[in-house]
């Protein structure tokens, strides 16, 4: 029974790309450079697996024999999203970036936007989420408009008061967003924003909701399904590939619940892909510039590592990664285009292989594709024969 056990550690990005100065992000090193701010990191089971055999990590010493291959991938698709970065491991290299709007969204859009949801907007402005909720929380909560902002990412998110715009509403009115947003207004994600709180303390919850755009060809959990696998997604996977190739569906509230619902799918021992995105370290620390909180997670994610391992049977491997950086240290509260990651554990893998630098993110799904036996990715050069 062979299953391929795919972790997204969201934004933990292990040194700038060679391209990082047409991103505004010399110098980022999300990894490096909170091991850094820290005085050292303590991820002694991520270090056995080989993470410190990747690049200088303060406190994460090269091992002289990793018990796992590693490696780091480079990004080819132009960009340094979240929806870039996933599609790209599962086989989707784009040409082009997806748009971002760095002085907010045209008002002639906006306009016929607010006609369609029958609600005037407020905001239209690149901010942080936790930020503008702050600031700009009371007065929808008062007129009942909801805040529309966006980042450096291609996103176009939408924040409303779960007692103001219902869940159920605020969700039709993204779809309409998604709809609408085509063209050269075509973002890569509508995102979902929903508050609660009051005045001086609104804090979002986890209802959270992203509309993707759909991926343009077949990609990596298409082909898992069509051999008749299981595809078992956990937490915003299905979100970002619009529900491409997923069998089953596990939403979590956060690092350690994504770890738990991980945990359950290996146990059900189904053949094929599991995918997890866990993604406190971007949402709630990297785009806070939260160094010291971006590091708990970490270590708590390191101690996490030995009950994964341990519930691995005979034909696992277990692949984890990321999707781009999103340094905290550094005066920028977005995203970095960086290196990711790369580390492979399993009990029929070659321990200590050098996987190098990868040319993108899709080889490690070509990887998967060829151990799993489906149809090849149109991208991507397969590492397997390096691992086993």
Known sequence: MKRAILIVLDSVGIGEMPD?????????NTLGNIAKARGGLHLPHLQRLG??????????????????????????????????????????????????????????????FAERIGRQVIGNEVASGTEIIQRLGQEHVR???????????????????????????????????????EGDLRVGRVIARPFLGEEGNFYRTTNRHDYAIEPP???????????????????KIKDIYAGHG???????????????????FIREKKPGLIMTNLVDFDMLYGHRNDVENYAQALEEFDGRLPEILASLEEEDILF?????????????????R??????????????????????????LG?????????????????FLGELI
């Not at 870039?84 to 045209?106: C, K, S």
């Not at 984890?320 to 995203?335: K, L, N, Q, V």
């Open 143 to 181: 007129t009942g408009k909801p805040i529309v902002y966006t980042s450096a990412d291609s996103v176009f998110q939408i924040a409303a008061h779960e007692e103001v715009i219902p869940l159920e509403e605020l969700y039709r009115i993204c779809g309409i967003a998604r709809e609408m947003l």
């Open 217 to 235: 060809h077949k990609i990596l959990l298409d082909m898992v399904k069509e051999k008749g696998l299981q595809v078992m997604a956990v937490g």
């Open 366 to 382: 070509a990887t998967i594709t060829e151990y799993l036996g489906t149809e090849e990715l149109v991208n991507g050069r397969s």
């Open 51 to 112: 993470l410190g055999n990747i690049a200088p990590i303060q406190g994460v010493d090269p091992g002289a024999s990793p018990q796992g291959c590693y490696g780091k991938m480079a990004e080819r698709s132009p960009g340094k999203d979240t929806t870039t970065g996933h599609w790209e491991i599962a086989g989707v290299v784009l040409e082009r970036a997806f748009p971002t709007f760095p002085q907010g969204f045209p008002e002639d859009f906006l306009q016929a």
């Open 320 to 336: 984890i990664t990321a999707d781009h950086g999103c340094d905290p240290t550094t005066e920028s509260t977005d995203h970095s």
């Open 338 to 363: 960086e290196y990711v990651p790369l580390l492979v554990y399993g009990k029929k893998v070659v321990p200590g292989r050098n996987l190098g630098i990868r040319s993108s993110f899709a080889d």
């Open 20 to 28: 990082a100065h047409e991103y505004g992000d010399v110098g980022s």
């Open 246 to 264: 997923v069998t089953d569906h596990l939403a979590s509230k956060g690092n350690r619940d994504g770890v738990e619902k991980t945990l359950a």
